[in-house]
Every structure is written in structure tokens, then in C-alpha cells.
T-cell receptor
Framework: DQQVKQNSPSLSVQEGRISILNCDYT??????FLWYKKYPAEGPTFLIS?????DKNEDGRFTVFLNKSAKHLSLHIVPSQPGDSAVYFC????????FGAGTRLTVKP | DSGVTQTPKHLITATGQRVTLRCSPR?????VYWYQQSLDQGLQFLIQ???????AKGNILERFSAQQFPDLHSELNLSSLELGDSALYFC??????????????FGPGTRLTVL
């Protein structure tokens, strides 16, 4: 039951450039979308979220875009820093929360 | 440190056995969630409890059960273990009932290995 999909298992970018992580979903009932970041040997930590009534939410270097007609959201990190290297999970919720498989971001100095 | 604690950190057991994973939520949080992360898989939602009552159920096998106690800590019981149950099990907590805009705080996880 893959209601939330992250089709890129990994992404590598140069420090200072933009990182774009993508996420697609199938359930139009989802009303809240979140991004979590996970370092090795730790649990995921909340990064940024967006309600379905918005199409953009910004927090410092992190911006999430939501395209409801395409059932697509993306996370932009500008500028990318080596400390951003982690696994990023996209999540969507309605009655419960569904997570994607994650994208491993590597930011090279 | 998220404030959510999970014990044990690692668990190695044999097929057919039964284990109990324990989670203490952040102080003040009433909801507890359990997730399973298998190798190269995303986080699979298992079950949510809110203030002692089951609130939502995901892809939880019948061999698995959970409960939330009056002090709000939760336990996930896994029985008749199979090799495929080897995974990271995360507990998360949040203040409110709905998973929507309630930020969930995750524990460090319990790594279960079934041999």
C-alpha cells in the first residue's frame, strides 16, 4: 500500500547548490504533509510541514511546495550544507500518517 | 534528544519467540505511535494510541499487539516471530489525537533481529 512514494532513493549535490527532494502521493484525502530528516542511529526528526490549503511553506533554507492537482510535493534546500546529509522522509496524513521510503541526500563539500 | 525513550536499543531473538518493546512518550504527550522500518523501506505505520485508547490502526499483523498504560507509556508485543520481522521499530509521540498537524517526536528506535 504505497500511498506515498519517493522515487529517488538517493541524491548527491554540491555544497552551496540547491537540493530538491520529490514526493508523490495517491490519496487525495491527505490534508497535511510533512518532511522528516533522519541521521544514522537516530529517530526521524520533524523538519517542515504544509497544510493542503497552501502551496508553499518556507522556513529558513527549507521550502516545501505542494501541487495538489499533480499530487506532488517537493522539498527545496538552499543553499545545501554538508550537515544536511541525511535520509529525508516525506509523510502525508489524514487519519494516520503514511511515510515514503526515504531519499538519502549527500551534500559534498 | 526528542524526549521519547525506547527500550531496549537492540534485541536479538529466535524465530517463534515473543518480545516486548517499550516506549515512554515525551512528557505531556498523549498520543503514542508505533512504526516499523524494514531494510530499505519507509516507515510503516502500525498503530496509534491516544490516552490509553486505540485510535488508528495501520499495517499491523495479527501476531503483533500494543497497549498504552495509565502512565501513558506503551508496549508493542511481537509474537511467533519470523525472520521477516527483523526491523527497526520506532515509537513516536505527539500532544494531540489527530496525526494531521500534530508534530510527532520519534524515539531512537529498537533494532530487532530474528535469527
Amino acid at each position: 500500500d504505497q500511498q506515498v512514494k519517493q522515487n529517488s532513493p538517493s541524491l548527491s549535490v554540491q555544497e552551496g547548490r540547491i537540493s530538491i527532494l520529490n514526493c508523490d502521493y495517491t490519496n487525495s484525502m491527505f490534508d497535511y504533509f510533512l518532511w522528516y530528516k533522519k541521521y544514522p542511529a537516530e529517530g526521524p526528526t520533524f523538519l517542515i510541514s504544509i497544510s493542503s490549503i497552501k502551496d508553499k511553506n518556507e522556513d529558513g533554507r527549507f521550502t516545501v511546495f505542494l501541487n495538489k492537482s499533480a499530487k506532488h510535493l517537493s522539498l527545496h534546500i538552499v543553499p545545501s550544507q554538508p550537515g544536511d546529509s541525511a535520509v529525508y522522509f516525506c509523510a502525508a496524513s489524514y487519519n494516520d500518517m503514511r511515510f515514503g521510503a526515504g531519499t538519502r541526500l549527500t551534500v559534498k563539500p | 534528544d526528542s524526549g521519547v525513550t525506547q527500550t531496549p536499543k537492540h534485541l536479538i531473538t529466535a524465530t517463534g519467540q515473543r518480545v516486548t518493546l517499550r516506549c515512554s512518550p515525551r512528557s505531556g504527550d498523549l498520543s503514542v505511535y508505533w512504526y516499523q522500518q524494514s531494510l530499505d523501506q519507509g516507515l510503516q505505520f502500525l498503530i496509534q494510541y491516544y490516552n490509553g485508547e486505540e485510535r488508528a490502526k495501520g499495517n499491523i499483523l495479527e501476531r503483533f499487539s500494543a497497549q498504552q498504560f495509565p502512565d501513558l507509556h506503551s508496549e508493542l508485543n511481537l509474537s511467533s516471530l519470523e525472520l521477516g520481522d527483523s526491523a527497526l521499530y520506532f515509537c513516536a509521540s505527539s500532544l494531540g489525537m489527530a496525526s494531521g498537524n500534530n508534530e510527532q517526536f520519534f524515539g531512537p528506535g529498537t533494532r530487532l533481529t530474528v535469527l
